[in-house]
């Protein structure tokens, strides 16, 4: 089945400063999320974004579906922003149907 | 909208008993997926279901787990009995791919506990 692999697992930041958030795929999709899921559980989808780009205030999404990886930006990150990341591509020939990946886990610093 | 509910937000139940979790999707959504989220296995998908039908299951450990979706405003995940390996959070979601975008809304969670 497809593999889905997120990096880096972990990432610590001071407030202010930038990072990107990388996921890669085994095989093509036309189905990609990325989640934030907060420190109290709660799953935010941030983007769908099955190729090209897209903004939204802070956060930023890059996906080149040909060579199998998306981006997430974030930038002048708040501690707000802190909690993992997921992202979920589609599997099994269902467009609507995901598998997440493991996550990259953010702490932003005061 | 409110937003895709779950209850209840927590449950504590003893092993053997049965749990009901219940979902309700947001309005006009015709998918509605259950994930159940364990640090070991991360997150994974259950079963879901489109105009109340389910269209896959395969996902659902044993036969212990059953899902109903008798209206379009409402979904339930029944384990029956429940054993201590159950315990995990169980979130339901829901999207509307007919609009053009297929992105999920998560509800806030259920978090079980078998003892």
């Known amino acids: 089945g497809i593999q889905v692999e997120q990096s880096p697992p972990d990432l610590i930041l001071q407030e202010g400063a930038n990072s990107t958030l990388r996921c890669n795929f085994s095989?093509?999709?036309?189905?990609l999320q990325w989640f934030h899921q907060n420190p109290w559980g709660q799953l935010i989808n941030l983007f769908y974004?099955?190729?090209g780009t897209k903004q939204n205030g802070r956060l930023s999404a890059t996906t080149v579906a040909t060579e199998r990886y998306s981006l997430l930006y974030i930038s002048s990150s708040q501690t707000t922003d802190s909690g993992v990341y997921f992202c979920?591509?589609?599997?099994?020939?269902?467009?609507?149907?995901?598998?997440f990946g493991t996550g990259t886990l953010l702490a932003v610093q005061p | 909208d409110a937003g895709v509910i779950q209850s209840p937000r927590h449950e504590v139940t003893e092993m053997g008993q049965e749990v009901t979790l219940r979902c309700k999707p947001i309005?006009?959504?015709?998918?509605l997926f259950w994930y159940r989220q364990t640090m070991m296995r991360g997150l994974e998908l259950l079963i879901y279901?489109?105009?109340?039908?389910?269209?896959?299951d395969s996902g659902m450990p044993e036969d212990r787990f059953s899902a109903k979706m008798p209206n379009a405003s409402f979904s339930t995940l029944k384990i029956q009995p429940s054993e201590p390996r159950d315990s995990a959070v169980y979130f339901c979601?829901?999207?509307?791919?007919?609009?053009?975008?297929?992105?999920?809304?998560f509800g806030s969670g259920t978090r079980l506990t078998v003892v």
């Open positions: 979601a829901s999207s509307d791919p007919g609009t053009g975008d297929y992105g999920y809304t």
């Open positions: 095989d093509s999709v036309n189905n």
């Open positions: 974004i099955p190729s």
């Open positions: 979920a591509v589609n599997y099994g020939g269902a467009t609507n149907k995901l598998i």
């Open positions: 309005s006009g959504h015709d998918y």
């Open positions: 279901f489109n105009n109340n039908v389910p269209i896959d």
